[in-house]
C-alpha cells in the first residue's frame, strides 16, 4: 500500500518559517515526481511546488517564488519543503502528493497525481 506522510506543519508568526517533511513508504519514489498543494479555508486546492525524480527540475507557484525551497531524498522516500517569510496568507493545509508517472515535463494540476497525504496545517498569524 503506497503511503504519504506530512509532518512539520505548525503556528508560526509572520516572516517565520517552517519545514515540512512528507515521508513515502510502500515502494521506492526514486523515479517519481514529487509535489506540495495547499488548501485554504473556503478556496479551491492549489499547486505550490514540485520536484523531479532527480531533484534537477523545480516549479513553484508565482506565491511562493523565492520563499519556499522543495528538495527531496531519495534514500529516506522524503519530500522537504522549506518554507521562509511566511505570510497570514500562506495559512492552509498543506498536502504532499505523488505522480507515479511522470512525463517529461514536471506536473502542476492536481489530476496529475496518484497519491495523496492527509494533508498538515499551517497557521501563520499576523
Known amino acids: 500500500q503506497v503511503q504519504l506522510v506530512e509532518s512539520g506543519g505548525g503556528l508560526v508568526q509572520a516572516g517565520g518559517s517552517l519545514k515540512l517533511s512528507c515521508a513515502a513508504s510502500?515502494?521506492?519514489?526514486?523515479?517519481?515526481?514529487m509535489g506540495w498543494f495547499r488548501q485554504a479555508p473556503g478556496k479551491e486546492r492549489e499547486f505550490v511546488t514540485a520536484?523531479?525524480?532527480?531533484?534537477?527540475?523545480?516549479k513553484y507557484a508565482n506565491s511562493v517564488k523565492g520563499r519556499f525551497t522543495i528538495s527531496r531524498d531519495n534514500a529516506k522516500n522524503t519530500v522537504y519543503l522549506q518554507m521562509n517569510s511566511l505570510k497570514p496568507e500562506d495559512t492552509a493545509v498543506y498536502y504532499c502528493?505523488?505522480?507515479?508517472?511522470?512525463?517529461?515535463?514536471?506536473?502542476?494540476?492536481?489530476?496529475?497525481?496518484?497519491?495523496w497525504g492527509p494533508g498538515t496545517q499551517v497557521t501563520v498569524s499576523s
Open positions: 520536484i523531479s525524480w532527480s531533484g534537477g527540475v523545480t
Open positions: 510502500g515502494r521506492s519514489f526514486s523515479s517519481s515526481t
Open positions: 502528493a505523488v505522480d507515479l508517472y511522470p512525463s517529461v515535463v514536471v506536473a502542476t494540476t492536481q489530476g496529475q497525481y496518484d497519491v
